[in-house]
């Protein structure tokens, strides 16, 4: 079974761009999530989506956003980039709510870089 | 709300020695917690959960953790510990009202030395 897959391995953008970051969850999992794992402050949780919608969001300001698309698959959209954005992205998929047991199984992240 | 804490930033080991990462929780009603091992520029991997039962549970790699209801703590364990277990080590608790929403620690590096 394949695992969660993020692209690119690596981004790097400057300060005022906007960076795009894509998540492939495990087959059959229907819920996708997004975390920030900035140097020294863990990982901190941004996004959740789940059939399409988006449930949750963590306290990050609204430049971050993203979407799922039909095939569960999920995009993480950056504006107005800055300097702090710089850390490792990290998706996450599961069973959807319900499955209260189910773990979240992580990608290997998306580096960003903004210089 | 809930949390999660990792007391400590970093624990060192030798090779052969036990180990335990501690990890308490404050949470409003029965927790949900979970052990992830973070190995250098790759993302999270499950260790091991505890949702109910037996508060001694077993994962993958050799690790266990106890939980402790009374002292609200979750300790990640290993008998022996190997060169090969050294990486950042997370604990997490799922919401109680919003399972799908995990808090994480701020991690804990072990180190193990041969």
């Known amino acids: 079974e394949a695992g969660v897959t993020q692209s690119p391995t690596h981004l790097i953008k400057t300060r005022g761009q906007q960076a795009t970051l894509r998540c492939s969850p495990i087959?059959?999992?229907?819920?996708v999530y997004w975390y920030q794992q900035a140097l020294g402050l863990g990982l901190q949780f941004l996004l959740w989506?789940?059939?399409?919608?988006?449930?949750n969001r963590g306290n990050f300001p609204p430049r971050f956003s993203g979407r799922q698309f039909p095939n569960y698959s999920s995009e993480l959209n950056v504006n107005a980039l800055e300097l702090e954005d710089s850390a490792l992205y990290l998706c996450?998929?599961?069973?959807?709510?319900?499955?209260?047991?189910?773990?979240?199984?992580f990608g290997p992240g998306t580096r960003l870089t903004v210089t | 709300a809930q949390s999660v804490a990792q007391p400590e930033d970093q624990v060192n080991v030798a090779e052969g020695n036990p180990l335990t990462v501690k990890c308490t929780y404050s949470?409003?009603?029965?927790?949900?917690l979970f052990w992830y091992v973070q190995y250098p520029n790759r993302g999270l991997q499950f260790l091991l959960k505890?949702?109910?039962?037996?508060?001694l549970v077993k994962g993958s790699y050799g690790f266990e953790a106890e939980f402790n209801k009374s002292q609200t703590s979750f300790h990640l364990k290993k008998p022996s510990a190997l060169v090969s277990d050294s990486a950042l080590y997370f604990c997490?608790?799922?919401?109680?009202?919003?399972?799908?929403?995990?808090?994480f620690g701020s991690g804990t590096k072990l180190n193990v030395k041969p």
């Open positions: 996450a998929s599961s069973h959807s709510e319900g499955g209260f047991l189910y773990e979240q199984y």
């Open positions: 087959s059959g999992h229907t819920s």
């Open positions: 989506y789940d059939e399409g919608e988006e449930r």
């Open positions: 949470v409003s009603g029965n927790p949900y």
């Open positions: 505890y949702i109910t039962g037996d508060n």
């Open positions: 997490a608790v799922r919401g109680v009202y919003n399972f799908n929403k995990f808090y």
